[in-house]
């Protein structure tokens, strides 16, 4: 019994170090999804957020891309655009935060594949975006490349993809 | 007959008749009402549930709201529908069919019409659709429009799906060629 006991606890204590291991040293798989969760928790601004804290969001959203980062966006019913580097991208993202009403921003169905070289990664999943005071909302299929840069996973490149060609 | 068959299989019924002699065990009348008078049959018969739910709603009928006016008249917002994902096992989507095609998932999906199959030229000319050059009967759209676009060709994996709401501006209405594999299944009802 006393075995028993101590097998079952040995057992416990592994599956407890392992969890331990895995929250303090997330794979890559992890990391990039945590980022994709983060980035649309940033990109999130309810009508209540003030000038200031919309300007801070679209700040850290910025954080989130390279410098030569690039968001390639042609989506049905609106013109195609192009953002290229940091500036563009705060830039856009400053009057966009200042010009909605409110933000809801979720990525759904997010699938990661890391590299062979395990310093890039791709994602691809559907954004819903719900935007102004009506339970409307556009979806829209993404793909990200992320690129390891240090410790952290920034986005090198974001493009809307054609579900319908 | 069959009912002594039916006795000899699987099923079991308590026949068991209470001794006058032994004191007699009844369960309470709420233990009953929760978990029936023999609790281990009744925990397989909920697992047995479960699993078949899971297996149902997970890989054969997949339950969706719907959401959007771009399938109007014929499907409206907030109505509860099922995807049959074993419909296109047997064959291939046919023309009219209601489908549902995947975004990045299955957690929103667009649900749209096949109109145009593999290989064939769709065309809108004054809000007709025609099918390599032939006006398509379409009974269910109920919305006159004005819709105009040259030819496309769908490839040979290619189904031309669009919405029977044709009301709405061509530029808005969410519609095109689907790849075969991004089409989850057809509508049940």
Same mark, same amino acid.
């Given at each position: ?123 691809t999943c559907t954004a ?38 | ?54 297996? =149902?709603? $997970? @890989? ?5 709201? +719907?959401? &959007? ?5 014929? %499907? ?44 064939? =030229?769709? $065309? @809108? ?5 025609? +099918?390599? &050059? ?5 009974? %269910? ?42 089409i989850v299944g057809k509508?049940?009802?």
């Open positions: 019994m006393k075995i028993t006991i101590r097998l079952t606890l040995l057992a416990a204590a592994a599956v407890r170090g392992f969890w331990l291991w895995t929250v303090f040293f997330p794979s890559p798989e992890k990391v990039v999804l945590q980022k994709i969760a983060r980035l649309a928790a940033t990109a999130t601004f309810s009508a209540d957020d003030s000038s200031l804290i919309r300007a801070g969001k679209a700040g850290n959203l910025v954080g989130f891309f390279a410098d030569d980062a690039q968001i390639i966006l042609d989506a049905p019913g609106q013109a195609a655009r192009t953002l290229s580097g940091r500036d563009e991208i705060q830039t856009a993202a400053l009057g966009g935060f200042a010009s909605l009403p409110q933000l809801k921003v979720q990525f759904l169905d997010v699938t990661v594949r890391i590299g062979a070289d395990r310093q890039t990664a791709e994602a819903k975006v719900n935007a102004g005071d009506s339970k409307d909302f556009g979806v829209q299929e993404m793909r990200f490349q992320f690129r390891k840069t240090g410790s952290d996973w920034l986005i090198t490149r974001a493009e809307t993809v054609k579900t319908l060609s | 007959m069959f009912v002594y068959s039916q006795l000899s299989g699987n099923l079991r019924f308590n026949t068991l008749v209470p001794n006058a002699n032994e004191p007699t065990t009844q369960p309470h009348w709420f233990q009953t009402m929760l978990i029936g008078r023999r609790p281990r049959a009744t925990l397989v018969r909920i697992l047995a549930l479960v699993v078949v739910c899971f297996v =149902t709603f $997970e @890989f054969v009928l997949l339950p969706i709201r +719907i959401d &959007g006016i771009s399938m109007q008249p014929t %499907y409206h917002t907030g109505q509860i529908d099922l995807i049959n994902r074993l419909a296109y096992i047997r064959h291939e989507p046919q023309r009219g069919d209601i489908v549902s095609v995947r975004l990045a998932g299955t957690s929103v999906m667009f649900m749209k019409r096949i109109i145009g199959l593999p290989g064939e =030229t769709v $065309e @809108f000319h004054h809000g007709h659709a025609y +099918i390599n &050059g032939q006006l398509l009967n379409e009974p %269910y759209v109920k919305f006159a429009c004005q819709w105009e676009h040259a030819p496309i060709v769908c490839d040979a994996t290619q189904f031309y799906v669009v919405g029977d709401n044709r009301s709405m501006a061509f530029d808005l209405h969410t519609h095109g060629r689907a790849e075969r594999e991004r509508l049940f009802l």
